[in-house]
């Protein structure tokens, strides 16, 4: 602030008008300017002494560099689908370098998709790293971001096989190609743990069923997911929880209800740590869907099963997923899928 501006604010106060001076004392009326702790100090003097005293921070007068806005490029990619305006939306920023944590937190929050993520240059084996963010917070993994940023990075490079660093560790993603075009995408994605949930009947209430036809468990892949089983699709459709009363006992878990016809698998996934009610794609819970019923003897280990999701919600959705090995011993948990990449875009940060 330049003492004309100050001398502009002391003007507006007091009602006068004048050029703002400093060490004037023989003219009436004058200003005085002096620094006293770190504070600029205006002294407003009249004829008959000192009317007016404004202190404004030395900090503002001081000279700064004017900061340098940069452009960050996007896409905005639906995942688990093969046509545009269906799956589950993700914004991908192409080359985050120079982002600050709570930049890329303020970017996801503006996004409001359920995931934005953030390239970054590898650290470790990987091709790339990515950071995941929902509007809240950052996740060690999710499943729709790494595919979809497989598919907006691979694009281009003609991959075949990206090797993604996240906070849950490296994720494989292989890419299916016809030419150029990118048709499928399989990510190897991190084995579950699992446990009993302990408030399954407080959970069941708050789903409004009567009984879960498998154990209700939770399982952790780095985001942990609860799965509560009905007897078919049409039970699944007509789920109307109580939000409140989910979101408490779920704890932050993910709750996936869920029914299951041979190899094929219908769910529905609500958020419970967001305001964003139920998700249109969940690929971190395909392979724990799929690994649950492996484990309770629904279907065959190393069999695909197709899960369709988000139609609910107006954006249909499809996954595939398969689980090697056994209980003892699970070698692989796979999840796949398309992606359509709809729009590219430029934020100025």
Known sequence: MALSDANAVISGIVGVHGPLETGVRGRCPATVAEEVSGQRCFHRLGCGGVSLLVSIPAATFSPKEPRMSELYRFMIVDVFTETAFAGNQLAVFTNAKGLSDDRMQTIAREMNYSETTFVLPPEQDGDLRI??????????????????????????????????????????????????????????????????????????????????????????????????????????????????????????AGVNVFSADGDRATTRMFITDLDMGEDAATGSAAGPLALHLARHGRIEWGSEVVISQGASIGRPSTLHATVEGSEQEISSVAVGGCAVVVARGEMRV
């Not at 509007?135 to 595919?147: N, S, Y």
């Not at 409004?208 to 699944?236: C, K, M, R």
């Open 131 to 252: 950071r995941i963010f929902t509007p809240a917070r950052e996740l060690p993994f999710a499943g729709h971001p790494v595919l979809g940023t497989a598919f907006a990075v691979a694009g281009p490079l003609q991959s075949v096989l990206m090797r993604m660093e996240t906070g849950s560790g490296l994720v494989p993603v292989l890419l299916e190609r016809e030419g150029a075009k990118i048709v499928f995408g399989s990510m190897q994605q991190p084995v579950p743990t699992w446990k009993t949930f302990e408030d399954a009947d407080e959970l069941l209430a708050a789903l409004g069923v009567a009984g879960s036809e498998l154990p209700v468990e939770v399982y952790d892949n780095g985001i942990q997911h609860v799965f509560v089983t009905l007897s078919s699709a049409d039970e699944v459709a007509a789920l109307r929880p109580d939000a409140a009363r989910l979101s408490a006992v779920a704890d932050g």
